[in-house]
């Protein structure tokens, strides 16, 4: 059974720019769940999707915003990106049911804005 | 405001003996934990969970204890091995909450031969 698939795995971009990061998650799971883990603030909930609905929402400006396909496929999208933008980004998948307890990551995107 | 909490930014330890990884917390709507292993470049790998109803489970090396007056969770590895080297990451979510994760800073563990 295949993983999370997180593309591309690295990243560099200028400030100003946008970007899009898409994850595939393990057949069969329906919630997808973005994170942006940095050295300073560890590991940040953006959000999460269920049946292409946004279920959940972290503390993350409008500039990041994400979407899911019917085939539970998600993508993260960062415009105007800023020098703090700068880290590694992991997407979660799990089966989504009311006491689904475990949450699988993909090895990440590692963006850099320079 | 940091709801999950870990205390320790490292811990180091002598191969073959118990390991003891710390977590705190201070939302009482949180009905799991899990633990969560990183080596660096790579995504958390999941440990071991436990539910809010249980004070302890158990998976080959490794045991988590919760004590809820306490809000207080911790991960016992034994033995610890040098592969165990890594950070450890707790994480907690609400049952209506089920795809939000709330991790802890981290901790490194390094397992000395």
């Known amino acids: 059974k295949a993983g999370v698939t997180q593309t591309p795995r690295y990243l560099i971009k200028t400030r100003g720019q946008q970007v899009t990061l898409s994850c595939s998650p393990i057949?069969?799971?329906?919630?997808v769940s973005w994170y942006q883990q940095t050295p300073g603030q560890g590991l940040q909930f953006l959000f999460e999707y269920f049946s292409e609905t946004q279920r959940n929402k972290g503390n993350f400006p409008g500039r990041f915003s994400g979407r899911q396909f019917s085939n539970s496929r998600s993508e993260m999208n960062v415009s105007t990106l800023e020098l703090g933008d700068s880290a590694l980004y992991l997407c979660a998948s799990s089966l989504g049911g009311h006491l689904n307890t475990e949450a699988f990551f993909g090895q990440g995107t590692r963006l850099t804005v320079v | 405001d940091q709801q999950v909490k870990q205390n320790s930014p490292s811990l180091s330890v002598q191969e073959g003996r118990i390991s003891i990884l710390n977590c705190d917390y201070t939302n009482s709507m949180f009905d799991y934990f899990l633990w969560y292993k990183k080596y660096p470049a790579e995504g958390p790998t999941f440990l071991i969970s436990i539910s809010s109803i249980k004070d302890k489970n158990e998976d080959g090396r490794f045991t988590v204890f919760l004590n809820k007056s306490a809000k207080h969770l911790s991960l016992h590895i034994v033995p610890s091995q040098p592969g165990d080297s890594a950070v450890y990451f707790c994480?907690?979510?609400?049952?209506?909450?089920?795809?939000?994760?709330?991790f802890g800073q981290g901790t490194t563990l390094q397992v000395k031969p």
């Open positions: 994480a907690a979510f609400g049952s209506s909450n089920t795809g939000k994760l709330i």
């Open positions: 057949s069969g799971h329906r919630s």
